[in-house]
């Protein structure tokens, strides 16, 4: 009961626990069947403190989550857009990690909380998301050059590392996102693990919304620090179709079909998986 009353949602904008329950009876003589009121606090304000708290640490870990998504949508937007989200996805995992994971879905779903802007959000969410797995993500044991020597591109199956995440984008996020990143940086501090409100950021000079550029990326990690490569499209594509679990000579294929065919993609090719496997990209297919 305790535990149902703390996880709903906050009534209004005041950031107020919900008046009534889930019966339609009113919420304070349902709190105080379970809570005892005290000198100062009535049943019903003792148990908000916990529902008002609960809330705050998981709206403080979106809003941390994805800065590059607020400073797109700016903060009562991002607000509202967050509230929405959690009313209908609400934390089910023992993880804050996996909050925002259906938070790109969610925005898709229902573009009203973001338009005119919906296809930046997408964009700045989908890379942001990314970031979070390529940092919490498994690592298996890399496959390394000489592993593969000797090994026919007919027959070869190459498994790419869990932390890897391939995205094909429509705007350029990552400029943005490190812009963002920059002026964020020492503007907010935490002076309690009990936030008591909302999280909010001070007023700062507005950054101009990312532009449309095709990129495609590879957000992965490296002794415990997050990067991300900028891919050409045929390596994006070879990549995708070796996780999707083609042999290298069906991924070289898919990757190529549409290709220049006056570069010297041999060579290129060659430098792609030598810069791969020494980045550990590569792993048993099985893993």
């Not at 936030?195 to 002794?223: E, F, G, M, S, T």
């Not at 045929?234 to 990549?239: N, Q, T």
Request: glycine share 4%; net charge negative.
């Amino acid at each position: 009961m305790m535990g149902a009353a703390v996880f709903r949602p906050l009534a209004n904008e005041d950031e107020d626990m919900q008046a009534t329950w889930t019966d339609g009876r009113a919420m304070t003589e349902v709190v105080a069947e379970f809570i005892k009121p005290n000198d100062r606090l009535t049943s019903f304000e003792r148990l908000q403190i916990y529902n008002r708290t609960y809330w705050y640490r998981v709206f403080d870990c979106l809003y941390d989550d994805f800065p590059g998504l607020r400073s797109v949508l700016g903060e009562k937007r991002f607000h509202a857009l967050t509230r929405a989200y959690l009313a209908k996805h609400p934390s089910t995992s023992w993880t804050l990690r996996n909050l925002g994971s259906r938070l790109v879905q969610f925005i898709a779903e229902e573009p009203n909380w973001t338009a005119p802007r919906t296809k930046i959000a997408i964009d700045i969410a989908r890379f942001e998301w990314a970031q979070i797995l390529a940092f919490d993500e498994a690592r298996h044991e890399p496959l390394h050059g000489d592993d593969l020597l000797g090994s026919h591109p007919d027959g070869l199956k190459l498994g790419l590392q869990p932390y890897l995440v391939l995205l094909e984008l429509d705007y350029a996020v990552d400029n943005y996102f490190m812009a963002v990143r920059d002026q964020d940086d020492g503007l907010r501090s935490e002076a309690s693990n009990t936030p008591d409100h909302a999280p909010r950021r001070a007023a700062v000079k507005r950054i101009p919304l990312p532009k449309k550029h095709k990129l495609w990326l590879a957000v992965h990690r490296c002794d415990n620090d997050l990067y991300f490569k900028h891919l050409k499209p045929e390596a994006f594509l070879l990549l995708t179709a070796l996780r999707s679990g083609h042999t290298v000579s069906a991924a070289l294929e898919a990757a190529l079909q549409d290709a220049d065919p006056g570069e010297d993609w041999a060579a290129q090719v060659k430098d792609w998986f030598e810069n791969f496997a020494a980045l550990g990209w590569f792993c048993a297919p099985s893993a």
